[in-house]
T-cell receptor, first 114, second 111 residues
Framework: AQTVTQSQPEMSVQEAETVTLSCTYDTSESNYYLFWYKQPPSRQMILVIRQEAYKQQNATENRFSVNFQKAAKSFSLKISDSQLGDTAMYFC???????????FGKGTKLTVNP | DADVTQTPRNRITKTGKRIMLECSQTKGHDRMYWYRQDPGLGLRLIYYSFDVKDINKGEISDGYSVSRQAQAKFSLSLESAIPNQTALYFCATSDFIETQYFGPGTRLLVL
């Protein structure tokens, strides 16, 4: 069965600094996809970044990048130049190829301090 | 981004009442989903649909039913609401590229 674990319930960072959120996953499949979603106080679930397991290159979206370590089943999110608007819950999620089930971790609450 | 809309955004109801949550999308995606979010538990899949004729149960479908009225519309019903169905409900859509896009959520309180 797929599982996703986020070991940091809460984190904080100073504005303009860099923070890394951790995520580990477990799957028996070779074809899968990994995602980071952001949920600000508005409740909206917003896709931050996605990674296909077959791609060795780490995904990057502006200030957001991932460190995908396939052998270790690790998928961490790095936020550079943190901004106050980055304050949110961040969820790591995985989806096996051919499956409709998106499995979420329990989330990390990130606070960016001025 | 208003590609996925949910109505109502907030709802208070009483135990035993039947309620319906609605979801509409303009993304043109075939796949639609309903999730439930509880504090500390992340999101869990209730039902999903590949098209109007294909509806499937997720991991927590008991007490819920769905209707796919059209490609763009997917409704979730609670036939007889109970307090432990108090939660935040999300609709999502997906294209063949595997990414799911979420609506703004409906906060439901069952008294």
């Amino acid at each position: 069965a797929q599982t996703v674990t986020q070991s940091q319930p809460e984190m904080s960072v100073q504005e303009a600094e860099t923070v890394t959120l951790s995520c580990t996953y477990d799957t028996s499949e070779s074809n899968y996809y990994l995602f980071w979603y952001k949920q600000p106080p508005s409740r909206q679930m917003i896709l931050v970044i996605r990674q296909e397991a077959y791609k060795q290159q780490n995904a990057t979206e502006n200030r957001f990048s991932v460190n995908f370590q396939k052998a270790a089943k690790s998928f961490s999110l790095k936020i550079s130049d943190s901004q106050l608007g980055d304050t949110a819950m961040y969820f790591c999620a995985s989806r096996q190829g051919g499956s409709e089930k998106l499995v979420f971790g329990k989330g990390t609450k990130l606070t960016v301090n001025p | 981004d208003a590609d996925v809309t949910q109505t109502p955004r907030n709802r208070i109801t009483k135990t035993g009442k039947r309620i319906m949550l609605e979801c509409s999308q303009t993304k043109g995606h075939d796949r639609m989903y309903w999730y439930r979010q509880d504090p500390g538990l992340g999101l869990r899949l209730i039902y999903y649909s590949f098209d109007v004729k294909d509806i499937n149960k997720g991991e927590i479908s008991d007490g819920y039913s769905v209707s796919r009225q059209a490609q763009a519309k997917f409704s979730l019903s609670l036939e007889s609401a109970i307090p432990n169905q108090t939660a935040l409900y999300f609709c999502a859509t997906s294209d063949f590229i595997e990414t799911q896009y979420f609506g703004p959520g409906t906060r439901l309180l069952v008294l």
